[in-house]
């Protein structure tokens, strides 16, 4: 990746016509795109019409599949690897918010993010660590990355929803309680939602808990 890489991807509405008042940032998972999640948009917009939902897509292309892109190898899954991955495009995400709430005249305080696993991860790590706090983080499926140095390096605490299967072959479901403890211990206002049945996806219960965070926060 270049210092010079720009993340861009699909984008949607408002569906009220009017300028965007909030933003919504969608951080996609490994092997898709930015139009994996912006078809969650519309049902998101319903509780949110001044909202602009972008989702941009991974910086590298999927080393580990023939289409779709990753914001870091899987080729390693080890602790130390992972950690190293999401470190290294965290300021491309960071960039990405700031360039696009500058673009509208956003306050940071008016922008969620929200991610699916390894877009989880990086909504997780991001959001944290921003000295200008967002206003929440949505995680699907996904792990809380480096959480043992998370205390130190936290620079603001968002309300954050992880939502989660409890049939997830991918990540697994043990992955829920860690996060929430290792949040928890970092003084982070954390909900969780299991999802009995459900593999490596999100669900219509996961989106209506997602919505109701999205309009507490975005709209207060």
């Known amino acids: 990746m270049s210092e010079h890489t720009k993340l861009s991807g699909p984008r949607f509405g408002p569906a009220s016509g009017e300028p965007a008042k909030q933003l919504v940032i969608l951080?996609?998972?490994?092997?898709?795109?930015?139009?994996?999640?912006?078809?969650?948009?519309?049902?998101?917009?319903?509780?949110?019409?001044?909202?602009?939902?972008l989702a941009p897509n991974a910086p590298e292309p999927c080393d580990m599949a023939p289409v779709g892109y990753q914001w870091f190898s899987l080729q390693d899954r080890s602790a130390g690897a992972i950690?190293?991955?999401?470190?290294?495009?965290?300021?491309?995400?960071?960039?990405?918010?700031?360039?696009?709430?500058?673009?509208?005249?956003?306050?940071?305080?008016?922008?969620a993010l929200f991610g699916f696993s390894q877009g989880c991860m990086m909504s997780l790590f991001v959001g944290?660590?921003?000295?200008?706090?967002?206003?929440?983080?949505?995680?699907?499926?996904?792990?809380?990355?480096?959480?043992?140095?998370?205390?130190?390096?936290?620079?603001?605490?968002?309300?954050?929803?992880?939502?989660?299967?409890?049939?997830?072959?991918?990540?697994?479901?043990?992955?829920?309680?860690?996060?929430?403890?290792?949040?928890?211990?970092?003084?982070?206002?954390v909900q969780t939602l299991s999802r009995p049945g459900l593999g490596h996806g999100i669900d219509e219960e996961g989106i209506r808990a997602g919505a109701a965070l999205l309009h507490s926060t975005l709209l207060a």
């Open 27 to 53: 951080l996609h998972g490994v092997g898709a795109d930015g139009d994996d999640l912006i078809g969650l948009a519309p049902m998101l917009a319903q509780v949110l019409p001044d909202a602009e939902f």
């Open 83 to 111: 950690e190293d991955g999401v470190r290294a495009v965290a300021p491309l995400v960071d960039q990405f918010i700031d360039d696009s709430c500058a673009e509208r005249g956003i306050d940071p305080d008016r922008v």
């Open 128 to 189: 944290l660590r921003r000295v200008t706090p967002l206003a929440a983080i949505l995680g699907y499926s996904g792990t809380l990355v480096a959480a043992g140095k998370l205390v130190d390096e936290m620079e603001s605490r968002p309300p954050v929803l992880l939502v989660h299967g409890e049939a997830d072959p991918v990540v697994p479901f043990q992955m829920l309680a860690a996060a929430r403890a290792g949040l928890e211990s970092a003084g982070v206002d």
